[in-house]
């Protein structure tokens, strides 16, 4: 596994905070694809399509909330075993002790620093999966 994900999806219903992970990421990681599904319910009827290596999830939408879209892929074979990060305004330790039992490789907590943002991931992934 290469130290960042270089197909992730940011499922987020706030078309701002969309926009706000895609200049982080993009700037920060030249060679990423990244592309955005503004709820849960796109994201499921893309998922063959988009094919992540990485999942950043927004906890709470109007649609589906975070732990019902995982619930729903882990019946999927395009999805399985694809590691997600939430991101969350929930910023109890307990819920993300829960989060992670969820299967959640982190939690990153809004608001964040989007400067930090790439970095965050980062260590993230390089904790579950190593570097190179």
Same mark, same amino acid.
């Given at each position: 596994?290469?130290?960042?994900?270089?197909?992730?999806?940011?499922? +987020?219903? !706030? #078309?701002? %905070?969309?926009?706000?992970?895609?200049?982080?990421?993009?700037? $920060? +990681?030249? !060679? #990423?694809? %990244?592309?955005?599904?503004?709820?849960?319910?796109?994201?499921? $009827?893309?998922?063959?399509?988009?094919?992540?290596?990485?999942?950043?999830?927004?906890?709470?939408?109007?649609?589906?909330?975070?732990?019902?879209?995982?619930?729903?892929?882990?019946?999927?074979?395009?999805?399985?075993?694809?590691?997600?990060?939430?991101?969350?305004?929930?910023?109890?330790?307990?819920?993300?002790?829960?989060?992670?039992?969820?299967?959640?490789?982190?939690?990153?907590?809004?608001?964040?620093?989007?400067?930090?943002?790439?970095?965050?991931?980062?260590?993230?992934?390089?904790?579950?999966?190593?570097?190179?």
């Amino acid at each position: 596994m290469s130290e960042f994900p270089k197909r992730v999806v940011y499922i +987020e219903d !706030d #078309i701002q %905070l969309r926009q706000l992970v895609r200049t982080a990421l993009e700037e $920060a +990681e030249e !060679d #990423i694809v %990244l592309v955005t599904c503004g709820s849960g319910e796109e994201f499921i $009827a893309r998922i063959r399509e988009l094919q992540p290596e990485l999942i950043l999830l927004d906890m709470l939408m109007p649609d589906m909330n975070g732990p019902d879209i995982m619930e729903k892929l882990r019946g999927m074979p395009d999805a399985t075993g694809v590691p997600f990060i939430f991101l969350t305004g929930k910023a109890k330790l307990v819920m993300t002790d829960h989060y992670k039992a969820l299967g959640a490789i982190g939690v990153i907590h809004k608001p964040f620093d989007p400067i930090e943002l790439p970095e965050t991931i980062r260590e993230m992934w390089a904790t579950r999966f190593g570097a190179d």
